[in-house]
């Protein structure tokens, strides 16, 4: 089963994900996908990291998801956008070859053995349009791995202003 939680910045996505974890397993996987850029970076990891209690196991991962074993177990990962972020700089901004590398990886975390994925993602092009060219290239990269992971997703719930929307299954 594949769940797809979108939305804006802000909007209740990685909170409603978490809740639709625990409410599917005892001991959920949460997989951080943010490269710690910097020492703000950081102190905003450690503190999504304190919010998750001994029930989680927290694994950090920044770009090869489908080493990780998910078979018969509830993943949620966090975030698609810090995901593609790290295929965006490591082919330099090379928005195929990104897209090319983030789907293989999905196709492969699915493909195991009952598994449970838990997506996180944002909604980047409904708000203010890129100013810069490499902003637009990442928002189309977003926008068609967003198409193509919901149109892989058994459920699709888009959050506005922290109420769940569902808009598929």
Known sequence: MIYLI????????????QDLALQLSATPIYVATARK????FQTRIDRHQTERDERWTN????????????????ALIDCVTLWLTNFFVD?????????TQAKAEFTKMAAQENVTLIIVTNEIGMGVHAD????????????????????NADQVTLMVSGIAVKIKG
């Open 6 to 17: 979108t939305g804006g910045e802000r909007s209740g996505k990685s909170s409603y994900a």
């Open 37 to 40: 850029w910097d020492a703000d």
């Open 59 to 74: 694994i950090e991962k920044e770009k090869q998801l489908s080493e990780i074993d998910f078979s018969d177990k509830v």
């Open 91 to 99: 082919t330099k901004n090379d928005v195929t070859e990104s897209l």
């Open 132 to 151: 810069t060219p490499i902003g637009r290239k990442f928002t189309e990269l977003q926008g068609w791995m967003n198409q193509f992971l919901a149109k």
